[in-house]
Nanobody, 123 residues
Framework: QVQLVESGGGLVQSGGSLRLSCVAS????????MAWFRQAPGKQREFVAA????????EYLDSVKGRFTISRDNAKNTVYLQMSTVRSEDTAVYYC????????????????WGQGTQVTVSS
């Protein structure tokens, strides 16, 4: 089992920045690709970003490319999502997810999930 705990959410003004963190425990962190998903009110959960165990490959949702950056610190068992130039449409609950080995962009391929952290962007 892998346990994931997100933090760093909150209220941010449009155009501002926020950094989310997700700490993993329970298994060897470097065996896992890590991802961020989000779910806005009334919408389905959607893929945001993912990173391979070594950071050599990253994937992003088109609408966040150039604004969000995913990274990881394997020594700290932590994955980050740096959010910049945020928009009102970025308002959502953000979830951290893990799967063994390779990056995928669909939620059903991730067996491990955190509880989520709320991000609210005010205009």
């Amino acid at each position: 089992q892998v346990q994931l705990v997100e933090s760093g959410g909150g209220l941010v003004q449009s155009g501002g920045s926020l950094r989310l963190s997700c700490v993993a425990s329970g298994r060897t962190f470097t065996d896992y690709a890590m991802a961020w998903f989000r779910q806005a009110p009334g919408k389905q959960r959607e893929f945001v970003a993912a990173i391979t165990w070594g950071g050599g490959r990253v994937e992003y949702l088109d609408s966040v490319k150039g604004r969000f950056t995913i990274s990881r610190d394997n020594a700290k068992n932590t994955v980050y999502l740096q959010m910049s130039t945020v928009r009102s449409e970025d308002t959502a609950v953000y979830y951290c997810a893990a799967r063994r080995l390779w990056v995928e962009t669909t939620e059903y391929q991730y067996p491990y999930w955190g509880q989520g952290t709320q991000v609210t962007v005010s205009s």
